[in-house]
C-alpha cells in the first residue's frame, strides 16, 4: 500500500486526478515561489483533504498547519488563493491579492503557495417524468451538476445519499411512498413540486407515519422561486434558480457543512503565530490555561522560559 503522506511531483497531481473522479472535495496546494533557508522547494505540490489531511509535502513545521487553516478556508468559500508566507520583513512588498502570513520559524524561509479548491459538483435527483422534470435534469447537466432523472416506480433509498438534492416531480403519483422513502435517506435537500395545501397533506401523511417532526419540517414545498405564471418546463427554472441561490449561500452541503464545525485559533506565546486549537498544535496547559505552539521548537522555549521565571526556578 502507498504511503500517500510521502507521495509528492507527479504523484501527487495522479492522486488528485482520481479523488476528483471520486467527487470528493479537496485543496491542490503548489509553491510557486520559495527563498531559503525552506523545506518546501519550487514546484512541490500537496493536497489538503476536507478533514485537514495532507498528502504530499509542501513545508516544514510552520508552513503546514498554516497551510491546511488556509486550505480549509479556501474550501469553504469555494475560491483559489495565493499565500505568501516568511517573517515580517520579508512580506513588507507583499503584491495586493495576496494573502501575507508571518511566520516565525526560520528553517521554513519565505514561500509564495497557490492553492487551488476542488468542490465536487452537486448531486441532483428529480423523481418523475413529466416534461418539467426532464426540463430541470437538463439544466442542471447544462450547469455542470451530476443530475439524474428516476422514475417514481424505480426510486428507492439506495439512490440517495446525505450529499444529494432531491426534488420530487412526480405531481400525485406516488408522492407519499417517494417523500417517505427519500426521508429515509437523509439528503441534503428535499423538495416536492406542488402547491402549499398539496405540502400539508403529505406532511400529514408523514406525521402519521411517526416521521421525526424535524425531518418533516425540512422538507420544502412547494419547490422554486416564486416566478408567478408559469408553463410546466418554465418551473423547471424556478426550482432550478431556487437551488443555486440556496448552494450560493452555502445551504446545500459542502461550504456549510465545513463551516458548521469552525475551528478555534490560539496564537503561539513565543513566536506570535495564529495556531488551529487542538491537539497538533503542541497544547500544554500551565497553571490552568494550556497554550498551543506552531512547533516543538516553541513549546520547548515557552517551558524554558517558564522555568527560569517561576519561583521554583529562580536562583540567588
Known amino acids: 500500500m502507498t504511503n500517500q503522506s510521502a507521495i509528492d511531483g507527479w504523484d501527487v497531481l495522479e492522486h488528485a486526478v482520481e479523488l476528483a473522479r471520486r467527487d470528493e472535495d479537496f485543496v491542490l496546494a503548489t509553491v510557486v515561489w520559495r527563498q531559503g533557508p525552506s523545506s518546501g522547494q519550487q514546484g512541490s505540490r500537496a493536497i489538503v483533504m476536507a478533514s485537514g489531511q495532507v498528502l504530499g509535502w509542501i513545508g516544514g513545521a510552520c508552513a503546514e498547519p498554516v497551510l491546511v487553516r488556509e486550505a480549509l478556508r479556501a474550501l469553504d468559500e469555494g475560491q483559489p488563493r495565493l499565500l505568501a508566507l516568511g517573517t515580517t520583513d520579508e512580506l513588507i512588498d507583499t503584491p495586493e491579492g495576496v494573502t501575507a502570513i508571518a511566520i516565525s520559524c526560520q528553517s521554513d524561509g519565505a514561500l509564495q503557495i497557490f492553492i487551488e479548491p476542488f468542490v465536487s459538483a452537486p448531486q441532483l435527483i428529480v423523481v418523475g417524468r413529466s416534461p418539467m422534470a426532464q426540463t430541470l435534469s437538463q439544466l442542471a447537466r447544462d450547469l455542470g451538476w451530476n443530475a439524474e432523472l428516476i422514475e417514481g416506480s424505480e426510486f428507492s433509498t439506495a ?18 411512498e417517494i ?20 405540502g400539508e397533506a403529505l406532511r400529514g401523511y408523514l406525521q402519521d407515519r411517526n416521521i421525526s417532526q424535524e425531518l418533516i419540517d425540512s422538507i420544502r414545498v412547494p419547490v422554486g422561486l416564486d416566478l408567478g405564471r408559469t408553463s410546466h418546463r418554465e418551473v423547471a427554472v424556478a426550482v432550478l434558480a431556487e437551488l443555486v441561490q440556496l448552494r450560493a449561500a452555502g445551504e446545500l452541503g459542502g461550504r456549510h457543512e465545513l463551516a458548521a464545525t469552525p475551528t478555534t485559533e ?51
Open 159 to 176: 439512490a440517495v445519499s446525505s450529499r444529494s438534492i432531491v426534488v420530487v416531480a412526480t405531481q400525485g403519483h406516488g408522492d407519499e
Open 266 to 316: 490560539a496564537i503561539d506565546p513565543i513566536c506570535g503565530m495564529t495556531v488551529t486549537a487542538d491537539d497538533t498544535s503542541y497544547p500544554l496547559e500551565m497553571d490552568g490555561v494550556t497554550h498551543y505552539f506552531c512547533c516543538q521548537g516553541c513549546r520547548v522555549r515557552f517551558e524554558t522560559d517558564a522555568e527560569k521565571t517561576s519561583p521554583a526556578g529562580s536562583t540567588t
Open 179 to 198: 417523500i417517505e422513502q427519500a426521508v429515509a435517506a437523509n439528503p441534503a435537500y428535499l423538495g416536492v413540486v406542488g402547491s402549499l395545501r398539496r
